[in-house]
């Protein structure tokens, strides 16, 4: 996790030394040489342009030229050799020498990998070098021994100062600390007598800069050795490589900055080393060595010194990690009694256990008061500010800054408000979690410690004010002594403080998931009984509605036959058939929208001839754009496939309610639908539909709620036609196919709605193109006479049927009820028998158990009707002996498929039937998964499926039609439809005749 990191008072712009490319300067310091390699070629690229003084060579003549012109061929296998290295550092320092005017000139070498390049350092090896003292050695084990002695950290720091004097022998030594805010102080010197000592004193974080810190961390020694010296160029000045100056972060030799350099002159200081402490990743101090005249370090009096830095920075490793050990032995017994706590409790309960344990919250972090937000209910801990405070900083917190965690000791410097009550809250450690649209927070707060800092000059004396307000950093040009009161401040937040809140933060959040998951588990089970309840509803009102449309539609379909009708009448009759068909659609609209509301909706995906579809969809609205004087036109461009893979149902759906709407609003002009093909940002294919008419149009405020359930335009409130649902349930299908629809309307002007779905092609010979369906006009000639029997209660079914079958050329005759049905059964013997379950005297369940009964009855096929899908004990209707079941209203092509299945009847039929009434698409058409396709299945299985179809359970049939081998896809497909229409009567009647 990223944590927030403290920044100062004052920020001062160093635009004059951060964007300074301090990294890439393109000099260096002329007291060694710089050559800058092809990897591994080992070709020259760049060169210092101090070559001649030190290698007898001008620069410009070694560009381009292989290293091998500076040095022999067992030194090039030996440079070679190294590189073959990932690390190629380890070998540093290398020993090079050269031939120059005769004599070998010796070099201390570092090579390193940088910017895709080799750069190599040399400086010229000293006798000094070479004849280091004898007792060094017994030095730096005397050193290692003396630091492992010391009794304490400063007499650690205080060691380590005096033996880096004694072997650089520098004037002056110091232990530098960075602070939490980046400044820093001086915690241990060693000095020349006459010197004035720094310890002790503060320096401002501008003195050193975010960029210098950055590469005191990633290179661990510096070496300025005469701060007045005049910089080497670097040629030529672009890495020909990376066409930009070489970086030179981890070169020895780069050149400093010129801020940097006027600063060290404010001091009065020629030279310095410095060697980095780095622990816990990051730059924890630095050894800084100052010398008021020119001095050079030679390469093993650095490496000790960088040695010493190492050792340091494990030492500080180590006494971190015993601190926070012993921090973390003292904080896990806190822990562990607020997670038991956290994770044992409820919501509710929480703030009380929070309260109860009040000293252990507050101890965790080493706080004196704290605030514990769940939800909107606050608890105050100890000294805190007042309520409505904390409530004001819980609103800041989590507009401007909105973090997991949040810590400062200088809370004022950030929110102004605190100045108010600094007493108790100058510091602010804060965790929060923010949870399905709710917050939770816990604030520990700590006082002001008003204090003393002494700095080494007035920190704020490096900040320049330009003439346009802004500031700038400049060098202080004096170090005396300056103090300053500290306020607003309290004692900092420790690492591992910061730690124990974020992990009791992660124990609270796992119970605030637990308590969501309960509550949703909760929420989930009152959700699924409501929608039990729902579906039984939806099943009730579908019986009850669909029982008159059934005498409704039957009788328009019946009427259309008679040939002797007046063009007025058959126009009437459509009337009649639109309305049933229309009320129908209301019901099926109500189905659809209980179905998306429950997110049971499903894509059911098969091949289909695209071009097909849309010509059916044409020729169905055609006749209802003539009737209001409307051209409808269908555009399909060249690069439209034939043969698509989608949800074929609900894409007819989108665009017959589309263009119904289209039609429905235009008084006069056109209907235009476009489609074309289109590529997808993904690189997909897509589908894109375009339906545009010159109707009334749409008011921009209402286009926001168009697609809102149960809401219509005025116009469409106007028109008292319709429920509201339309356009929400096409705008779901269209999602669920992987698209979106948009709209675009003026009032006056017309609408145009446009959608796209994803493509996917189909294979032209596996797509089963959809024929028309065909009327039955009667029956095919060498058949006997079949006899059928209507036994029906309600006149107008009975008529019906009755006149339906006579139509077609059967021999019918009716009964009333159950008595009658089997004395005519008796006497007349027919053939078929289709028997209404719900009647008076004697229901069909005990007139058909009688008959089948019998041997001659059990040779007599009888079909259940009921309008009662779901309600009827559907097992009583077949083991009472019924061989079928079918639903009302039903389609007259539907009975006579089922009247021929158990009478193997052939018909006769009408090739044409342009005139007869578009009907909508109805679950009950036949498909070719009949009882047989379920024995691909395990019987235990049939039986369960039976099972949950009885018991309205959805989810368990999903269950099981998962279980069904990916091969049976037809199967899937049909059982999966009969689940979302609400058609589990359909599934029930297949189970029982296959368990038969």
């Avoid at 003549?61 to 040095?71: A, D, M, T, Y």
């Avoid at 060697?275 to 001095?295: D, M, N, P, Q």
């Avoid at 601190?323 to 919501?347: A, N």
């Avoid at 289709?834 to 096929?861: N, S």
Wanted: charged share 25%; proline share 4%.
């Amino acid at each position: 996790m990223e944590l927030p990191k403290f920044i100062q008072t004052q920020q001062p712009d160093l635009s004059n030394c951060e964007p300074e490319p301090i990294h890439t300067p393109g000099n260096i310091q002329p007291h060694g040489v710089l050559l800058v390699l092809q990897d591994p070629q080992l070709k020259i690229l760049q060169a210092s342009r101090n070559t001649q003084e030190f290698l007898g060579i001008p620069a410009e003549s070694l560009i381009n030229r292989h290293l091998s012109v500076l040095f022999d061929g067992e030194q090039i296998d030996r440079l070679s050799s190294y590189l073959l290295q990932e690390n190629i550092e380890i070998f540093n320092p290398i020993k090079l020498t050269i031939e120059l005017n005769g004599k070998p000139l010796a070099f201390d070498s570092t090579i390193h990998r940088n910017d895709k390049v080799l750069i190599l350092e040399l400086e010229p090896a000293t006798s000094q070098e070479n004849e280091l003292p004898f007792g060094f050695y017994q030095l730096i084990k005397s050193t290692i021994l003396k630091l492992k002695q010391s009794s304490d950290f400063r007499e650690t720091t205080a060691i380590l100062a005096q033996q880096v004097r004694k072997v650089t022998e520098y004037d002056r030594v110091m232990i530098y600390q960075f602070e939490p805010d980046d400044s820093g102080v001086v915690i241990a010197e060693d000095k020349r007598e006459d010197l004035e000592p720094f310890l002790g004193l503060h320096y401002p974080a501008s003195d050193i800069p975010q960029l210098a810190r950055k590469l005191y961390y990633i290179n661990w020694l510096r070496l300025i050795v005469d701060v007045n010296y005049q910089p080497v160029e670097i040629i030529p000045k672009n890495n020909p490589i990376t066409n930009a100056p070489v970086d030179l972060s981890y070169s020895l030799l780069r050149s400093v900055a010129p801020v940097h350099v006027e600063y060290l002159q404010n001091m009065g200081v020629s030279a310095t080393l410095c060697i980095s402490f780095v622990t816990e990743k990051k730059l924890w101090g630095l050894i800084v060595c100052h010398h008021y005249s020119a001095r050079y370090v030679p390469f093993k009096t650095r490496k000790f010194c960088e040695f010493l830095g190492q050792l340091m920075s494990v030492e500080l490793a180590v006494r971190h990690e015993k601190e926070s050990d012993r921090y973390r032995e003292k904080i896990k017994i806190i822990q562990d009694k607020l997670k038991v706590i956290c994770l044992s409790v409820d919501q509710y309960n929480l703030i009380e256990y929070f309260q109860l344990n009040a000293e252990n919250l507050l101890e965790l972090v080493n706080a004196k008061g704290a605030a514990i937000y769940l939800e909107d209910n606050l608890t105050l801990i100890g000294a805190t500010p007042p309520a409505q405070a904390v409530e004001e900083l819980k609103l800041w917190l989590i507009k401007y800054s909105r973090k997991e965690i949040f810590y400062t000791n200088h809370l004022s410097q950030f929110y102004s408000k605190a100045r108010e009550y600094k007493e108790n809250a100058s510091g602010l450690l804060a965790i929060s979690i923010f949870l399905n649209q709710s917050s939770y927070h816990i604030f520990w707060f700590r006082p002001e410690v008003i204090q003393t800092v002494n700095w080494a000059g007035d920190p704020d004396k490096n900040i320049l004010l330009r003439e346009d307000g802004s500031v700038q950093l400049s060098p202080r040009s004096s170090f005396q002594l300056w103090k300053q009161t500290v306020k607003e401040k309290s004692i900092p937040w420790k690492q591992l403080e910061i730690d124990a809140a974020v992990e009791l933060r992660n124990t609270l959040m796992l119970a605030l998931l637990e308590f969501s998951k309960a509550a949703l588990q909760a929420a989930a089970e009152r959700a699924e009984v409501a929608n039990r309840a729902k579906s039984q509803f939806l099943a009730k009102m579908s019986h009850e509605l669909r029982t008159p449309l059934n005498a409704i539609l039957g009788f328009t379909q019946l009427m259309t036959r008679d040939t002797s009708l007046l063009p007025q009448q058959l126009e009437q009759l459509k009337i009649i058939n639109r309305s049933g068909e229309h009320l129908l659609a209301l019901i099926n609209d109500v189905l659809e929208m209980s179905k998306i509301e429950a997110g049971s909706l499903t894509l059911n995906e098969t091949g289909f001839d695209l071009y097909q579809m849309l010509f059916s969809i044409e020729e169905l609205l055609r006749i209802k754009a003539l009737e209001k004087g409307l051209q409808i036109v269908f555009k399909r461009k060249q690069n439209v496939p034939q043969y698509i893979i989608t949800d074929e149902s609900k894409l007819r759906q989108v665009l017959i309610n589309l263009i119904g709407n289209a039609i429905k609003f235009t008084a006069y002009g056109s209907v235009i639908v476009r489609v074309k093909a289109v590529m997808g940002d993904e690189g997909y294919q897509l589908l894109n539909f375009e339906v545009e008419d010159t109707g009334s149009g749409i008011a921009a405020e209402e286009v926001e709620s168009l697609f809102d359930p149960f809401v219509q335009t005025e116009t469409g409130r106007k028109s008292m036609e319709g429920t509201g649902l339309g356009l929400p349930i096409s705008r779901q299908f269209i999602r669920l196919m992987g698209g979106d629809i948009q709209v675009r309307s003026e009032l006056g002007m017309g609408t145009i709605f446009t959608f796209d779905i994803k493509l996917r092609l189909a294979d032209a010979a596996e797509v089963e193109t959809n024929l028309k369906a065909k009327r039955a006009i009667g029956l095919a000639a060498g058949q006997p006479v079949y006899r059928i029997m209507v036994v029906e209660d309600v006149e107008e079914n009975r008529l019906f049927l009755v006149r339906l079958l006579q139509a077609v050329g059967f021999e019918v005759r009716a009964a009333e009820n159950g008595m009658e049905a089997i004395a005519l059964w008796e006497t007349w013997s027919p053939h078929l028998i289709l028997m209404d379950m719900l009647m008076p005297q004697m229901d069909g369940y005990e007139a058909t158990r009688r008959i089948k009964a019998t041997l001659k009855g059990q040779a007599t096929a009888i079909i259940a009707l009921t309008a009662n899908a779901f309600n009827e004990d559907r097992a009583a209707i077949l083991q009472a002996g019924c061989d079928d079941f079918m639903r009302k209203p039903f389609q007259e092509e539907i009975l006579f498929e089922k009247m021929a299945h158990h009478l193997r009847v052939r018909y006769l039929y009408q090739q044409d039937c342009n005139d007869a009434i578009a009907t909508n698409q109805n679950p009950d058409l036949p498909s070719s998964t009949d009882a047989a396709s379920l024995l691909v299945m395990p019987r235990e299985w049939v039986v369960q499926l039976n099972q949950a179809a009885l018991a309205l359970n959805h989810e368990r049939i999903i269950e099981l039609v998962e279980q069904i081998p990916s091969s049976e896809t037809n199967l899937i497909t049909n059982l999966r439809n009969w689940v979302d229409n609400f058609r589990l009567d359909i599934i029930i009647d297949l189970t029982e005749t296959a368990l038969k």
